[in-house]
């Protein structure tokens, strides 16, 4: 089963930032923890990878 989720973006005068929050059930069985640092990798415009860093 997919989990669906919403894409924020937030405008300030000089950027703008794209943000996503990932749901608890991922997290949790990602074993993520706080301040882990990720990365996203583009496929294509309809894949987006997200790989931990180690």
């Known amino acids: 089963m997919g989990y669906k ?3 924020q973006l937030i405008q300030r005068k000089d ?3 794209w943000l996503f929050n990932i ?3 991922i997290g949790a069985a990602l074993e993520l923890k706080k301040g882990e640092i990720l990365d996203l990798t583009i496929k294509d415009k309809d894949n987006l990878f997200i790989r931990r860093v180690k």
């Open 5 to 7: 989720i919403k894409i």
């Open 23 to 25: 749901p608890a059930a």
């Open 15 to 17: 950027s703008q930032q």
